[in-house]
């Protein structure tokens, strides 16, 4: 469902993402590793056609779609509704006099979603959210609330891909894993294919299939997850590893 052959996104003469190769399939979960400015968010935003001002070229193939050539109304489609971008701060991306409850109603109406209220409270169950965060605005929750937030919206809308970036490295590591124990469990639930961008090379082992390792925007280490953190063949794949507390 996310076929990704030799990507190159360049800002200018720049080159700040080459990803030669990279699969998600339904009920497999991917993640991209790699130190900050490594590339990783740049790398996902090019999935969805997201990075403006980028000279972005090789072939990205999302449910069939051919994403760098497709028209916008294609790609429209696509976003928000099969394929849901899970930001580092999503919060920022929320109006902020917009209570989540009325928020997610928009959402699901725009696109036809029956069942509103069953459906919401089936997906905030699923993040392990209380309803009554429903009430709340944007900044009265916290970085992972407002990440499980997305997901819950991306469940509830039906998306069948997660492309989740992974909250800074200030948030701290317990909210980090309980984003990454809720996407873990709709994997399994639900079979979605997840792309997962984070710092923690360590964390993410424990859920994802096969790590892709970034750095300087160029993947310097891919394979099986349990295989790259048993037998690191790239001297910065290890850095990462002996940098982990
Ligand atoms: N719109 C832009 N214009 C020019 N350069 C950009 C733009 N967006 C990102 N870059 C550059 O691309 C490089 C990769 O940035 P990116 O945000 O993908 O890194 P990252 O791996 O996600 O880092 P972090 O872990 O800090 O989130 C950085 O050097 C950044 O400065
Ligand atoms: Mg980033």
Do not use: W
């Not at 349990?226 to 794949?237: D, I």
Request: a neutral charge.
């Amino acid at each position: 469902m996310i076929e990704v052959r030799d990507l190159l996104v360049r800002y200018g003469e720049r080159t700040v993402a080459r990803v030669p190769e990279l699969d998600v399939r339904a009920g497999e979960c991917v993640a991209i590793v790699g130190e900050s400015g490594s590339g990783k968010t740049t790398t996902l935003l090019s999935l969805l056609r997201l990075t403006e001002g980028a000279h972005v070229s090789g072939t990205v193939r999302l449910f069939g779609v051919d994403v760098l050539r497709a028209p916008e109304r294609r790609l429209r489609e696509l976003r928000g509704a099969r394929v849901a971008l899970v930001m580092q701060s999503p919060q920022a991306a929320l109006s902020p006099t917009t209570r989540l409850g009325v928020l997610m109603r928009r959402a699901l109406r725009l696109h036809g979603v029956a069942n509103a209220s069953a459906v919401t409270e089936e997906a905030l169950r699923g993040v392990m959210l209380d309803p009554a965060i429903l009430r709340r605005y944007p900044h009265e929750i916290s970085g992972g609330q407002a990440q499980r937030f997305a997901i819950a919206l991306a469940v509830a809308l039906g998306a069948e891909a997660i492309l989740a970036d992974e909250p800074t490295s200030a948030l701290d590591v317990t909210v980090q894993a309980e984003v990454v124990g809720v996407l873990r469990r709709l994997r399994e639930e639900r079979g979605l294919a997840l792309l997962l961008v984070s710092h923690d090379l360590a964390l993410v082992s424990t859920i994802a299939d096969r790590v892709l390792v970034m750095k300087d925007g160029e993947v310097v280490e891919a394979g099986p997850a349990a295989e790259v953190l048993a037998r690191p063949s790239h001297p910065y794949t290890r850095e990462l590893l002996e940098a982990l507390p």
